[in-house]
Nanobody, 125 residues
Framework: VQLQASGGGLVQPGGSLRLSCTAS????????MAWFRQAPGKERERVAA????????NYAASVEGRFTISRDNAKNTLYLQMNNLQSEDTAVYYC???????????????????WGQGTLVTVSS
C-alpha cells in the first residue's frame, strides 16, 4: 500500500491549509486513519484520528477546535483541514492507516502499519 500525502507548504500565522492523503494498492475504507506530526527534536505525535465510518474523531488538545479530520472512503482519501495555524504547528505531517480498530490503536504511532511519506507544514511570517 502507498499513502501519498500532499497539501503542505508555507503559511502565515492565522492562515489555513488542507492536507490530503490518498491510498493506493489497498482499500482503506475499513481502516482507522490518522494524521501525525513531528517537529524537529520532538517525538511524533498523533494530531487527529478517525474511525472507519468517519463518525468517531479524536484530536490532540493542541489542535482541538482548529483542525478537522475527515475521510472520503469512495476516494480512498483522508483529509486534514487546518485553520488558524500557529508557529507551533510547524512540522512534517504524516498520514497513517491501520486495519485495527480505533480503540485498539490509540495514539501510539508504532501501532500503525502503513505510513505516508510526510508533507512539510511551515507556519511563519
Amino acid at each position: 500500500v502507498q499513502l501519498q500525502a500532499s497539501g503542505g507548504g508555507l503559511v502565515q500565522p492565522g492562515g489555513s491549509l488542507r492536507l490530503s492523503c490518498t491510498a493506493s494498492g489497498r482499500i482503506v475504507r475499513t481502516d482507522t486513519m490518522a494524521w501525525f506530526r513531528q517537529a524537529p527534536g520532538k517525538e511524533r505525535e498523533r494530531v487527529a484520528a478517525i474511525n472507519s465510518s468517519g463518525h468517531i474523531k479524536n484530536y490532540a488538545a493542541s489542535v482541538e477546535g482548529r483542525f478537522t479530520i475527515s475521510r472520503d472512503n469512495a476516494k480512498n482519501t483522508l483529509y486534514l483541514q487546518m485553520n488558524n495555524l500557529q508557529s507551533e504547528d510547524t512540522a512534517v505531517y504524516y498520514c497513517a492507516t491501520d486495519p485495527k480498530s480505533y480503540v485498539r490503536l490509540g495514539p501510539n504511532p508504532q501501532r500503525y502499519a502503513y505510513w505516508g511519506q510526510g508533507t512539510l507544514v511551515t507556519v511563519s511570517s
